[in-house]
């Protein structure tokens, strides 16, 4: 079983920054894909970000060149660098955990799920 709980999350005016933090339990979570999800009002939860065990990386297209995922191993960490936020960024922004395997955007394969994190972008 794997448990993760995010951190970072606030108020932030459009073109600012935000780092989101997720920290996982478990002794596997060097070999997992983990990634980041975001869900705004009234709307579907969507992917954002995807990084495997080699660290190779996955972004939604919106945010490419704007968001950085990025892992620690040794702290059983993932993170999301968000820069240049624009209000259409907002919403509760999900950590998720797949287990071994490629990247992928398919929300219903990613096995574990943290609480959320409120992200809030102002205009």
């Known amino acids: 079983q794997v448990q993760l709980v995010e951190s970072g999350g606030g108020l932030v005016q459009a073109g600012g920054s935000l780092r989101l933090s997720c920290a996982a339990s478990?002794?596997?979570?060097?070999?997992?894909?983990m990634g980041w999800f975001r869900q705004a009002p009234g709307k579907e939860r969507e992917f954002v970000s995807a990084i495997n065990w080699s660290g190779s990386t996955y972004y939604l297209d919106s945010v490419k060149g704007r968001f950085t995922i990025s892992r620690d191993n040794a702290k059983n960490s993932v993170y999301l660098q968000m820069n240049s936020l624009k209000p259409e960024d907002t919403g509760i922004y999900y950590c998720?955990?797949?287990?071994?395997?490629?990247?992928?955007?398919?929300?219903?394969?990613?096995?574990?799920w943290g609480q959320g994190t409120q992200v809030t972008v102002s205009s």
């Open positions: 478990g002794r596997a979570f060097s070999s997992y894909v």
């Open positions: 998720a955990g797949q287990g071994p395997g490629d990247c992928t955007v398919e929300l219903g394969l990613y096995k574990y």
